[in-house]
């Protein structure tokens, strides 16, 4: 079956030409359009509009579609994204008329990428487990029992609200998460979270050292962090660790809650998933109730980048 795949991010659309089955998918080709932070439907609908033309003469019979924020997937509603200025957009309603009356489903980006997963990656054969991504934000897909859970309100695994650290004297006060509480895992171990602690920890070495006391504090990206981390920088080494431990912990709760076979990680700051792992992992089974999660997995998605093209695709298999 070829399929239209739609995946709108916060600042970025992908559209995509897929051919896919039961088990697998193939992107046959592509294409990339940034998205301004304060997009508006009708602009939205322009892009994608551009974007599918330059995919070319192309047919396909269903079209699937993930967006941020909440979605109203049995109405095809684009409920809400705190980045922009949408609200209740019934977007699948609006693309099936321009597509011919085409079968269009949406929902929410990470859970199609824990469904994507389900469907064509690592978890296949698992039917319980929790899917992260940790990128400019973090959120949570889950799947019971083989399915997507989307909880009463459709905004179940929103781990990216757990409190995970708190006021310490002397340590670095929790940082505020957007949805106004401090701590939070989304404040403290996505992308900005990591960029603060690193700019954090710097200032803290400058007191300790006069000669570092004249630099200028870096403002580096989580992506440079990371990067410098590879090349043995001590604080984002030490950064890094604490990312980990706190995704660990974050995990640990929701597996202890849940009893799951699996947590998987993707999105941009899970491209660095080996220098995570280390601290996530002793983090995670030092809260673990072992009896029970007696061998639960740690892993890094195997989707890549394509994650989000593969969620699109997977909820066109309904
Ligand atoms: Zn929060």
Same mark, same amino acid.
């Given at each position: 079956?070829?399929?239209?795949?739609?995946?709108?991010?916060?600042?970025?659309?992908?559209?995509?030409?897929?051919?896919?089955?039961?088990?697998?998918?193939?992107?046959?080709?592509?294409?990339?359009?940034?998205?301004?932070?304060? #997009?508006?439907? *009708?602009?939205?609908?322009?892009?994608?509009?551009?974007?599918?033309?330059?995919?070319?003469?192309?047919?396909?019979?269903?079209?699937?579609?993930? =967006?941020?924020?909440?979605?109203?997937?049995?109405? &095809?509603?684009? $409920?809400?994204?705190?980045?922009?200025? =949408?609200? %209740?957009?019934?977007?699948? !309603?609006?693309?099936? +008329? !321009?597509?011919?009356?085409?079968?269009?489903?949406?929902?929410? %980006?990470?859970?199609?990428?824990?469904?994507?997963?389900? +469907?064509?990656?690592?978890?296949?054969?698992?039917? %319980?487990?929790?899917?992260?991504? $940790?990128?400019?934000?973090?959120?949570?897909?889950?799947?019971?029992?083989?399915?997507?859970?989307? &909880?009463?309100?459709?905004?179940?695994?929103?781990?990216?609200?757990?409190?995970?650290?708190?006021?310490?004297?002397?340590?670095?006060?929790?940082? /505020? #998460?957007?949805?106004?509480?401090?701590?939070?895992?989304?404040? *403290?171990?996505?992308?900005?979270?990591?960029?603060?602690?690193?700019?954090?920890?710097?200032?803290?070495? !400058?007191?300790?050292?006069?000669?570092?006391?004249?630099?200028?504090?870096?403002?580096?990206?989580? !992506?440079?962090?990371?990067?410098?981390?590879?090349?043995?920088?001590? =604080?984002?080494?030490?950064?890094?660790?604490?990312?980990?431990?706190?995704?660990?912990?974050?995990?640990?709760?929701?597996?202890?809650?849940?009893?799951?076979?699996?947590?998987?990680?993707?999105?941009?700051?899970?491209?660095?998933? %080996?220098?995570?792992?280390?601290?996530?992992?002793?983090?995670?089974?030092?809260?673990?109730?072992?009896?029970?999660?007696?061998? $639960?997995?740690?892993? /890094?998605?195997?989707?890549?980048? #394509?994650?989000?093209?593969?969620?699109?695709?997977?909820?066109?298999?309904?």
């Amino acid at each position: 079956m070829n399929v239209l795949a739609l995946d709108i991010g916060g600042s970025k659309l992908i559209a995509a030409l897929l051919v896919v089955d039961d088990s697998r998918f193939e992107i046959i080709s592509e294409t990339h359009r940034l998205l301004a932070a304060d #997009c508006r439907q *009708e602009q939205l609908l322009t892009l994608i509009d551009h974007a599918v033309s330059e995919l070319g003469n192309i047919t396909f019979e269903r079209v699937g579609v993930t =967006i941020p924020g909440l979605a109203d997937p049995h109405n &095809g509603i684009w $409920v809400y994204a705190c980045f922009s200025g =949408i609200r %209740d957009f019934p977007i699948a !309603q609006i693309l099936s +008329k !321009q597509y011919g009356n085409k079968p269009i489903a949406i929902e929410n %980006d990470v859970n199609a990428c824990a469904l994507a997963e389900k +469907k064509f990656g690592k978890c296949r054969d698992l039917n %319980d487990f929790l899917w992260i991504t $940790v990128s400019n934000g973090i959120g949570g897909g889950l799947v019971l029992d083989g399915k997507v859970y989307s &909880g009463h309100f459709g905004a179940a695994a929103e781990i990216g609200h757990f409190g995970v650290m708190d006021f310490v004297d002397g340590c670095q006060p929790p940082i /505020q #998460c957007g949805c106004g509480h401090f701590g939070c895992l989304e404040a *403290e171990a996505a992308g900005p979270g990591i960029a603060k602690r690193y700019a954090w920890r710097f200032r803290e070495q !400058q007191k300790l050292n006069p000669t570092l006391s004249a630099s200028v504090v870096p403002s580096y990206t989580a !992506q440079q962090v990371a990067e410098l981390a590879r090349n043995g920088d001590t =604080i984002a080494l030490s950064v890094m660790e604490t990312t980990g431990m706190l995704l660990g912990k974050a995990a640990s709760y929701a597996v202890n809650l849940l009893n799951l076979e699996a947590v998987l990680f993707g999105g941009g700051v899970a491209q660095s998933f %080996d220098l995570l792992l280390p601290s996530l992992e002793k983090s995670f089974r030092s809260r673990l109730f072992r009896n029970a999660n007696p061998s $639960v997995k740690l892993e /890094q998605t195997g989707l890549g980048y #394509c994650a989000g093209l593969a969620g699109a695709a997977a909820l066109t298999l309904f």
